[in-house]
C-alpha cells in the first residue's frame, strides 16, 4: 500500500490508453497537446493566481497523473498532491516579437509524461492591468471541454471561490473497466466489422508535409467561422430533425469526406469510448467518427439521421480501446505512393462549449480560444461553438492551400445541410443475427443509457426497472439524469405506475418539443476529486470563531450542493431526486465539515435530504459543541 507521500498506482482510462498509443506511434511531441489562451482584464496578482493553479490541480488526481511504458502497456501513477505542480510562468509581452507565435512555442513545449503533474500556465502581460493566459496540458489528463472548466474554476478560487467536491476519476475508470468486461469482445469484432476493407486514404490527408509552414508552427493551420446567419439555420434545420448542432456539422463533414474519397464507403476516425454512456447522446463533447457513406445517388436515409444513427452506433460499441485493436490496425494499414504509412483514423473532430466572458471579482475573463498544437496524425478540427456563432479550426501537416480548400468546402457543406440535402443512405448497424435493424429515437438511446449507467447493465424496452434491481434512489437518478437533458420534469409517481425504458421514453416524448432547445454541443466535465476532510476536532476552522448565523450557514450549504450537484437545489427540494447519489452525500458532508467543524452523520442526510434540513442540522450541532466548550 503507497503512504501518502508516495504516488499510488492507477488504471489508465480508455481515452488514456488510445492517446499514450497515439502519442508513441506519431513520435511528434506536442501532436496531442491541448491548449488555449483566454484575455484577462483588471488587476492580477501572478502569485494569487499561481497558488489558485496549484490548489486545483491538488484537487483534480488526473491533473496529477505521470505516464509509463511497461510492456507495451500505459502504466499510470497519481502523485500525492504537495509534489505536483503546475508549470507558471510570467512574461512581458514587449520581449515577445510575436505574442501569438511565443504562447503557440509555449504550448507546443513537450511535456515530460512521466512528472507528476502534465499542465502548464504562461501569462504574457500587455499592461498592468491587461494579460493573455494559456493553458495548456496533454490529451492524456484534459480535453477540450475540460479545459474550459479548468480555466474557470481556477480564476473562481483565484476569486475566493471553495474548491468543488464530486465523484473522483478513479470510478469512471472503474465503470469502464466494468463495461469492457461485460462487453465480451462485441465491441473489438462490432469494429474489425467496420474497417474491413475500408481504408482508402483522402487525397487531403495523403498529402505530404514539404509544405509544411515556418519553424514553430504545426503545419497548416486555419480557422473559419460560421456565421450567426448561417449558424440559426443549421440549428433550426437540426432542431427540425431532432439532432445536435454537432450532428449537423460532422453530417457536413460526412458530405465532404465521401464526396473526395470517391469510393463507396470512407472511413473517418476510430472509436473512442466515452467517458460517460449518458453524455454520449447527440453532442458528445468529442468525437473520432467512424463514417460509412455509400454512393450518394441511392435513395435512403437523410444526411442528417444517417449521420446520427453512425453516432448512436459508435455509442453503442465503445467499450473498446484502438490498443485492442493493434492487429486489426496493422493488418488493415495501407501505405501512400510515397510508401509512407498510413492509418484508418486520420480525422478528429473535438467539440468545444465556449464560456462566454465572466467576472471572477475585480478580474474578467474572456473567450477562451483553443490553440492547435499539432496535426493529430492527420486532419484535426476544433468545433467551437459560443451560442451565437461556431468557429472552426483546421490543423494538418499539409500546405496551407490544401487546408483552406478543404475548411471552404467544409463551409459549404454546411450551407448545403441547412437547406436539406438530397436524400443520402447510411450503413445501418448489423446485429448479430444479420439483420439491419431500424435506427431507434435519440430519446429512447438516451433513456436506455440512463438506466443502463444506474443499473450498471442494459434493460430492455419492456424490461421492468425494479425487477431488474432498481430502487427509489435509482428512480430519483434517472429522472434527474432525464430532466437535465431533456428539460422535463417527469413526475416519480409515474414511473412507478409504468417503470420501463419504452414508457419512460413515450412520457419524455410527450413533454419535450425539441424545437425549445437546442441540444449541448458538448455536456462534460473534469472528474474532480473531493478536498480532504479536516482533520478530527471540534474546533470551528480559521474565520468562524463561533456559531455562524442561519443565514451564513444556510448560503454554505446550499453552495456545497450546488457544487455537487452541478446545479442550484431550492431549500425543501430533494437532493436525490434532483440526481444526488450516495457519493455526492459524502463529499457534501466532508465539505460541511471542514468549513463548520461539525460532524454531521450520512444517516442523519438520508432522512431529511434537502438544504432547509441540512442548515437547521448544522446550526444544532454548532450550538452544541458551543455550550459544551
Known amino acids: 500500500m503507497s503512504s501518502p507521500q508516495q504516488p499510488a498506482a492507477a488504471a489508465a482510462g480508455t481515452e488514456q490508453r488510445d492517446f499514450w498509443f497515439f502519442q508513441r506511434m506519431t513520435g511528434d511531441p506536442a501532436g496531442y497537446h491541448i491548449a488555449g489562451t483566454a484575455p484577462l482584464t483588471g488587476a492580477l496578482d501572478p502569485e494569487r493566481l499561481r497558488r489558485a493553479l496549484t490548489e486545483v490541480t491538488a484537487s483534480h488526481a488526473q491533473l496529477r497523473c505521470s505516464f509509463h511504458h511497461d510492456g507495451g502497456e500505459p502504466r499510470v501513477l497519481v502523485h500525492p498532491a504537495a509534489a505536483a505542480r503546475p508549470e507558471f510562468e510570467v512574461h512581458e509581452a514587449a520581449g515577445a516579437v510575436d505574442p501569438e507565435a511565443f504562447l503557440l512555442e509555449r504550448a507546443r513545449r513537450p511535456f515530460d509524461l512521466g512528472s507528476p503533474c502534465q499542465l502548464r500556465a504562461v501569462l504574457l502581460r500587455h499592461a498592468p492591468d491587461r494579460h493573455d493566459l494559456l493553458l495548456a496540458s496533454h490529451h492524456l489528463v484534459l480535453d477540450g471541454a475540460a479545459l474550459a472548466q479548468l480555466l474557470h474554476e481556477s480564476l473562481s478560487r483565484y476569486a475566493g471561490a471553495p474548491p468543488v467536491a464530486v465523484a473522483p476519476y478513479a470510478e469512471y475508470v472503474g465503470r469502464q473497466l466494468q463495461r469492457r468486461l461485460r462487453d465480451g469482445g462485441k465491441a473489438a469484432a462490432h469494429w474489425r466489422r467496420a474497417f474491413d ?14 509544405g ?11 480557422s473559419f467561422t460560421v456565421g450567426p446567419e448561417l449558424r440559426a439555420s443549421l440549428a433550426d434545420r437540426c432542431r427540425r430533425e431532432r439532432v445536435s448542432l454537432f450532428t449537423g456539422f460532422l453530417a457536413a463533414l460526412a458530405l465532404v469526406v465521401h464526396e473526395r474519397g470517391g469510393a463507396a464507403h470512407q472511413v473517418v476516425g476510430m472509436p473512442l469510448d466515452q467517458r460517460d454512456t449518458a453524455d454520449a447522446e447527440l453532442g458528445n463533447y468529442t468525437t473520432v467518427l467512424p463514417v460509412h457513406l455509400p454512393d450518394a445517388a441511392a435513395a435512403g436515409t437523410g444526411l442528417l439521421q444517417a449521420t446520427q444513427a453512425v453516432l448512436l452506433d459508435t455509442v453503442g460499441h465503445c467499450a473498446t480501446s484502438l490498443l485492442d485493436l493493434l492487429p486489426l490496425v496493422a493488418d488493415a494499414q495501407p501505405t501512400r505512393d510515397d510508401g509512407a504509412p498510413t492509418v484508418p483514423w486520420r480525422v478528429m473532430v ?7 466572458p465572466e467576472q471572477y471579482g475585480e478580474l474578467r475573463a474572456g473567450v477562451l480560444r483553443p490553440i492547435s498544437t499539432g496535426a493529430k496524425n492527420g486532419l484535426g478540427i476544433t468545433f467551437v461553438d459560443d451560442g451565437t456563432q461556431v ?6 501537416p499539409g500546405n496551407t492551400t490544401l487546408t483552406g480548400r478543404f475548411g471552404e468546402e467544409l463551409l459549404a457543406a454546411l450551407g448545403r445541410v441547412a437547406e436539406g440535402v438530397p436524400a443520402l443512405a447510411a450503413q445501418a448497424p448489423v446485429t448479430d443475427a444479420g439483420r439491419s435493424p431500424a435506427a431507434p429515437s435519440p430519446v429512447a438511446e438516451v433513456v436506455q443509457a440512463v438506466i443502463e449507467q444506474v443499473l450498471g447493465a442494459p434493460l430492455g424496452p419492456d424490461d421492468d426497472f425494479f425487477r431488474a434491481g432498481g430502487n427509489s434512489i435509482g428512480v430519483s437518478t434517472v429522472l434527474a439524469q432525464i430532466r437535465r437533458r431533456f428539460g422535463v420534469r417527469v413526475l416519480v409517481r409515474e414511473f412507478f405506475q409504468a417503470p420501463t425504458p419504452a414508457a419512460l421514453t413515450r412520457r419524455v416524448q410527450e413533454l419535450h ?9 458538448a455536456d462534460t466535465d473534469i472528474h474532480r476529486t473531493p478536498p480532504e476532510p479536516a482533520a478530527t476536532g471540534s474546533a470551528a476552522p480559521p474565520g468562524l470563531p463561533g456559531p455562524a448565523g442561519p443565514a451564513q450557514v444556510a448560503e454554505v450549504v446550499d453552495t456545497v450542493i450546488e457544487q455537487v450537484l452541478g446545479a442550484p437545489l431550492g431549500p425543501e427540494e430533494d437532493f436525490f431526486h434532483a440526481g444526488g447519489n450516495s457519493i455526492g452525500v459524502n463529499a457534501v458532508l466532508a465539505e460541511i465539515r471542514r468549513r463548520f467543524g461539525v460532524q454531521v452523520l450520512v444517516r442523519e442526510f438520508f432522512r431529511a435530504p434537502t438544504p432547509a434540513a441540512l442548515t437547521r442540522r448544522v446550526q444544532e450541532l454548532q450550538h452544541s459543541e458551543s455550550k459544551e466548550s
Open 197 to 210: 476493407g475500408r481504408t482508402r486514404p483522402l487525397e487531403l490527408l495523403a498529402q505530404p508535409a514539404a
Open 212 to 222: 509544411a509552414g515556418s519553424a514553430g508552427r504545426p503545419g497548416a493551420v486555419g
Open 350 to 356: 473535438t467539440a468545444v462549449r465556449s464560456r462566454p
Open 391 to 396: 468557429t472552426l479550426h483546421l490543423s494538418h
Open 513 to 521: 418539443d425539441p424545437r425549445d432547445e437546442e441540444p449541448p454541443v
